[in-house]
Every structure is written in C-alpha cells, then in structure tokens.
C-alpha cells in the first residue's frame, strides 16, 4: 500500500520577533522578544504530518550556515526520511523574519536561499520515492517551474497532489488541473478567484471561482472563524475550536500535514478536517513554526475534550 507522505518545499531559519503589536509603517517599536527557531512552509508541513503519526518524506534544498546542521537534525529527530534533502555549496540556507503582534497576527519576509536551487534535476532522483506516495505536498516557496514540474510527473504517476498555494504567488495556473485538493487561506482564495469577499460574494462564490480554475476539490481556511470546505463528498463551512491564539504562523502548513495524514489513514474529508483543526488549534497556542506542532496524543486528546464553537 502507499503509504509515504511526501512533501517537497522548503525550508526555512525563522528569526521571530514577539511583541504587543505590529508596528505600522516606518514605526520602531522596542521591548520585543527574540526566538530563533525552525519554519519554512514545507519543512512545517512535514513536521506537522510527522507528528501527527505519518509516515513522511521531505524533499528540500538546504545550504551551508549555522543553523542548518540543527535543523536538519531535527526533522531526523522527527522520524522524517530525509534522504531527499540536497546540500547545497555556497548559500544559506531559507531564512525568515517574522513579526508577530499581540493577538498571534504576524508578517513574514522570506529569503529562499538553497530553496530555490530546488530543480526538476534533483525532482528526478526522487521518482522511486514518488512512487510509493499516498500523497504529494506542494506549497509556493520554491521555483515554480519546479512545483509545475513535480505535478505533472505525480499525475503521470497517478499520485494524488495537495497544493497549499501559499503564499500567493503569480504563476501559470495550468497544473491545477492536475491537483487533488487545493487548500488556501482567504488572501490566497481571493487572489485565484480573482474577487474578494464581500456580502455579494461569500465562500462558496469564491470557492466555485477557484474550482473554474481546475483543482478537483478545495478547502479555504478562515482562522478563528474555522474552514470553508467544497468536496466531492462534504461541502459547507465547518467552524473552528475555540483556544486563545498567541502565534498563528505555521497553523495553515500543520493542518496541510494533517489532512494528509487522515487521508492516508483512509479517513473522510470531514473527520480530516475536524483532526487538521485541531491541530492547527494547539498550534496557536504556542510560539514558533515547527515548536508549535502538536504530537498525535496531543492532538487525540484535544478532539476528546473538546468540541467546535
Ligand atoms: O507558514 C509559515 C512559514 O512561512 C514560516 O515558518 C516561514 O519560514 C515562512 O516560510
């Protein structure tokens, strides 16, 4: 049976600054808090079905600093099949500043670094790998050509592939016709339908936009407010668990993880997405990307004591 999780992005060193609010514009604000830790929407992927009970591959470029022995060294800890992550000479490794204000918002800039030396010639060396995959896990923090690339070969191989189109990026939209089940949060939503939300134009007026656009299935993640879901087999808004969020950032990647590893487990999309919300819930509650990702019996013992608000 297939069984491996494959994810293939990036990786990131995550400089986070902490503190009780978002600066505006040109502002300074003093007294944050500093936390170096390990994110990168792939690598958070990864982690996320990792420790969500996964069986899971990563496929990633990482370079020569500091930072990377530890990280590498981490996902390993992490029980991650890290035979697909090149070492590249000669640059670093991704790297992330992260800002997050008091309510757990944050902004992010990105330096891809050896994720973009990410190419179709290293995709190639990973075929045997593809072919025992339950799913292939894409997000949009490597080259592009390289994302079109992995999709056509797991198509031609038959592999379901779960885009999490994130961030938004301008790009030929060709491949989501190739694309199992494509998750986006609202700004990504907006950006592919090419319409914002507004009283005339709901969740299900975006999500039908998107699915003009070829995916079979979409998920839309709406934070606290829960996730807009249009399936085959499920379709509607399904609401989100109530906890008090500190830091959002990485809650969108954990709960890609997760879905795929409900879905591999042969579970149904509703009981996946009630499992990945729960997991992105705990993740909330605590700072940094892959710090925050919960273990299975976290996550088995959150869905028993709690219920969505
Ligand atoms: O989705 C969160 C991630 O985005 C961070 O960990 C950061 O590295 C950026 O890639």
Redesign the pocket.
């Known amino acids: 049976m297939k069984n491996t999780i494959v994810v293939i992005g990036?990786s990131?060193v995550?400089m986070i600054m902490k503190m009780e609010r978002l600066p505006r514009k040109g502002e300074t604000i003093t007294d944050a808090n500093f936390v170096q830790t390990f994110?990168?929407?792939g690598a958070?992927t990864a982690v996320g079905a990792a420790r969500a009970g996964g069986r899971v591959a990563f496929v990633n470029a990482v370079g020569e600093d500091a930072y990377t022995p530890m990280m590498v060294e981490n996902f390993i800890k992490d029980g991650i099949d890290c035979r697909y992550i090149f070492h590249e000479k000669g640059i670093a490794s991704g790297h992330?500043l992260?800002m997050i204000g008091g309510e757990g918002d944050n902004y992010?800039s990105?330096a891809p670094g050896a994720n973009y030396r990410l190419d179709q010639k290293k995709i190639d060396q990973c075929i045997e790998l593809l072919k025992n995959a339950s799913y292939v896990l894409l997000q949009n923090?490597i080259p592009n050509d390289t994302n079109s690339y992995i999709i056509e070969l797991a198509h031609s191989l038959q592999i379901p592939i779960l885009w999490n189109f994130a961030p938004a990026k301008k790009r030929d939209l060709q491949s989501l016709e190739k694309v199992e089940l494509l998750i986006v949060n609202e700004t990504e939503a907006e950006f592919l339908a090419e319409k914002n939300f507004n009283k005339n134009c709901g969740y299900e007026d975006i999500a039908k936009c998107i699915l003009k656009k070829g995916p079979k299935n979409v998920i839309i993640t709406l934070g606290k407010s829960g996730v807009f879901v249009w399936h085959e087999t499920c379709k509607g808004h399904i609401p989100a668990f109530a906890v008090e969020a500190i830091d959002s950032?990485?809650a969108?990647?954990i709960f890609c993880g997760c879905i795929a590893v409900q879905l591999t487990e042969g579970k149904d999309i509703a009981d996946a997405i009630r499992f990945a919300s729960a997991a992105s819930a705990l993740s909330v509650t605590r700072l940094g990307?892959q710090p925050s990702a919960p273990l299975r019996k976290e996550i088995d013992d959150f869905l028993s004591a709690n219920t969505f608000r």
């Open positions: 990036s990131n995550d994110g990168g929407k958070n992330a992260v992010l990105v923090e950032t990485a969108g990647d990307a």
